[in-house]
T-cell receptor, first 117, second 115 residues
Framework: EDKVVQSPLSLVVHEGDTVTLNCSYE??????LLWYKQEKKAPTFLFML????IEKKSGRLSSILDKKELFSILNITATQTGDSAVYLC?????????????????FGQGTILTVHP | KAGVTQTPRYLIKTRGQQVTLSCSPI?????VSWYQQTPGQGLQFLFE???????NKGNFPGRFSGRQFSNSRSEMNVSTLELGDSALYLC??????????????FGPGTRLTVL
């Protein structure tokens, strides 16, 4: 069974701090890893990673994937109170048949990030 | 482009009733996936539809069903509601659901409370 584990489960920091969120996975026929940010509404897409070692960046957020060690990290620098949210890691995998597990993402438990002023 | 929309946003039902939730995908997206989100289990995959066909299904009982229309809009139905069905139901759309470079975009969800 596909498994995605995130750590830490919660994190409290002050504005300006840098945080690193972790996501490890065990899936059959990995295809992609995605990061989402969820406030009290829809998960918002942040990054999709398919290739190992290539960093994706968007402003103060960046993410990298290590397919050999089966993990990804999400970094947020110079945190702001608006970064407070649940950060979700999800993996899309092909399944045992080696094909496509259509439309299915397996999610981790999420990391609750709280940024204090 | 308009995002994924879901209706209704909030719903209160009693045990034993049934409920139908609706999802309209982003224009041009043909794949719709449904997820259940609870504090204990997190986000769990229910099923995926593409061109009016269910292509994939998660580990949920048969009380959970869905369908997709020719305009790609999708509905999910839960019959004989149980207290444990209280959750946020999210749908997500993508161009073809085949993964790889195909990102899923989520709607705001329907908050279902079963009393």
């Amino acid at each position: 069974e596909d498994k995605v584990v995130q750590s830490p489960l919660s994190l409290v920091v002050h504005e300006g701090d840098t945080v690193t969120l972790n996501c490890s996975y065990e899936v059959t026929n990995f295809r992609s890893l995605l990061w989402y940010k969820q406030e009290k509404k829809a998960p918002t897409f942040l990054f999709m990673l398919t290739s190992s070692g290539i960093e994706k960046k968007s402003g103060r957020l960046s993410s990298i994937l290590d397919k050999k060690e089966l993990f990804s990290i999400l970094n947020i620098t110079a945190t702001q109170t608006g970064d407070s949210a649940v950060y979700l890691c999800a993996v899309e995998a092909g399944g045992n048949a080696g094909g496509t597990s259509y439309g299915k993402l397996t999610f981790g438990q999420g990391t609750i990030l709280t940024v204090h002023p | 482009k308009a995002g994924v929309t879901q209706t209704p946003r909030y719903l209160i039902k009693t045990r034993g009733q049934q409920v139908t939730l609706s999802c309209s995908p982003i224009s041009g997206h043909r794949s719709v996936s449904w997820y259940q989100q609870t504090p204990g289990q997190g986000l769990q995959f229910l099923f995926e539809y593409f061109s009016e066909t269910q292509r994939n299904k998660g580990n949920f009982p048969g009380r959970f069903s869905g369908r997709q229309f020719s305009n790609s809009r999708s509905e999910m139905n839960v019959s004989t509601l149980e207290l444990g069905d209280s959750a946020l139901y999210l749908c997500a759309s993508s161009p073809d659901g085949a993964g790889g470079s195909d990102t899923q975009y989520f709607g705001p969800g329907t908050r279902l409370t079963v009393l």
